[in-house]
């Protein structure tokens, strides 16, 4: 089994999430948390460890079985570390991208998004289905260019702690060199609003350079209040509705559809519809937009 | 594997642990509007767009109604400590008693707003066509 840095974790997230309850408490903020929200959030995360230990060794099968073909075997030399921490964080960008793009990709990642709050609890809606939803193939070409498989499992591991604790809205803003470079509170607060004008923003995972390089950048604004969530808000705290209702919708969707729009249900972006029945992102901006007078 | 058992009962145990303090700390405070422009703002959010011509807020900020221009109505219902915003299909019988207004004949989503209840009624149906 490779070095799992999530494991190790876990008791640090503990700690630090009974912090912010009482930090927030103390502090005045009663909507912070919602012990029922924090159920969910967290059984998610407990049953994703569970899919992780199923699938993990699947993953990391095929990361071996790429890696054979690799030109050249990079090994386990000191600087390939940071090489290979780089290069994963921009494959979690494309994947973080894809995911909120491509609905196959987003009924596995809705989960992470579907809370209504944003505290540390949130951090821990983790998929259950990530495998089904093909995640692990943005990982392969860091195998192919010849990286270990282990360290970029590490590293993805050592990523998704990272990612930890930004989600807070205890921290707000951070020294401007780190907001210029890092992903931070402040950045995926806007990843994770429903406000139209931060829909599909900021897919970041370590470094937030990346969304500034291929132009899904969105600084966090004061104008209007973050409203945190997915744009059809679940209504409901049920564990196996959280994880499951996009790929029911998906089996809905396509089961109904004419056969020539069946496909475009899994692949085209979550929201689209082939009557123009619902709202896709950019139309919801694009409607945004209009309203303010802008084009 | 019984490292992989024990971390599972050891972070189950934390989940039961951090849930039981958030509860003991009043994290259990049910949803508040503030006012109209909190209401009108969260009806904005809505999937496809919703924009309110007219809103009634309950009398305690616990849920709201809105009309938009179309003659759509909608609702803001309670989840947790905050909102859900829900259509109200057209054709539903909007009943009014006193103070209070129920859609669908649905108790749980009566909303009390006073005075206004009464504008709110749509028994004479052809009122929600336009
Ligand atoms: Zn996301
Ligand atoms: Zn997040």
């Known amino acids: 089994m490779p070095f799992d840095p999530v494991a190790y974790a876990i008791p640090v997230f503990v700690a630090l999430i009974l912090g912010e309850l009482l930090w927030t408490r103390f502090a005045g903020d009663a909507h912070a948390y919602e012990w029922r929200d924090t159920g969910t959030s967290l059984a998610i995360g407990l049953g994703s460890t569970v899919a992780g230990a199923i699938t993990g060794g699947l993953t990391a099968a095929l990361l071996v079985w790429v890696h054979g073909f690799a030109p050249l075997s990079i090994g386990w030399a000191w600087w390939a570390w940071p090489l290979c921490f780089v290069l994963d964080d921009l494959a979690y960008y494309v994947f973080h991208r894809s995911a909120h793009r491509v609905r196959w990709f987003w009924a596995s990642h809705v989960n992470h998004h579907s809370s209504q709050h944003y505290n540390l609890s949130t951090a821990l809606r983790q998929s259950w289905t990530g495998f089904v939803a093909l995640s692990f193939i943005f990982r392969l070409p860091l195998a192919l260019i010849g990286f270990e498989p282990g360290m970029i499992l590490a590293c993805a591991g050592l990523n998704l702690v990272y990612q930890f604790w930004i989600h807070t809205e205890t921290v707000k803003r951070l020294p401007r060199w780190f907001e210029a470079v890092m992903n931070t509170p402040s950045h995926h607060r806007v990843h994770h609003a429903v406000n139209a004008r931060y829909l599909d923003r900021n897919y970041a995972g370590t470094f937030i350079v990346w969304d500034r390089l291929f132009g899904t950048f969105a600084p966090e604004d004061g104008e209007d209040r973050i409203r945190y969530g997915i744009v059809s808000q679940l209504g409901t705290f049920n564990l196996f509705y959280a994880v499951f209702h996009e790929w029911i919708g998906i089996a809905r969707d396509v089961w109904k559809a004419p056969w020539r729009h069946k496909l475009s249900y899994l692949w085209r972006e979550p929201g689209w519809s082939h009557d123009g029945s619902r709202e896709t992102s950019d139309m919801i901006r694009r409607r945004w937009l209009e309203s303010r007078g802008e084009q | ?130």
């Open chain 2, 1 to 130: 594997m019984p490292a992989a058992v024990l971390q599972f009962v050891g972070s189950l145990a934390a989940v039961v642990a951090i849930v039981t303090v958030a509860w003991l700390l009043g994290s259990r405070k049910s949803a508040n509007l503030s006012d109209e422009e909190e209401a009108r703002e969260l009806f904005r959010l809505a999937p496809g767009g919703f924009e309110p011509v007219e809103i009634a807020l309950d009398t305690e900020g616990a849920a709201a109604i809105a009309r938009d221009a179309d003659g759509r109505l909608a609702m803001l219902v309670p989840h947790g400590n905050q909102f859900v915003f829900r259509l109200v299909p057209p054709d539903t019988p909007i009943r009014v008693e006193g103070d209070s207004v129920t859609p669908g004949n649905r108790p749980f989503l009566r909303i009390t707003i006073g005075e206004s209840a009464r504008d709110w009624a749509n028994t004479d149906s052809g009122d929600n066509n336009g």
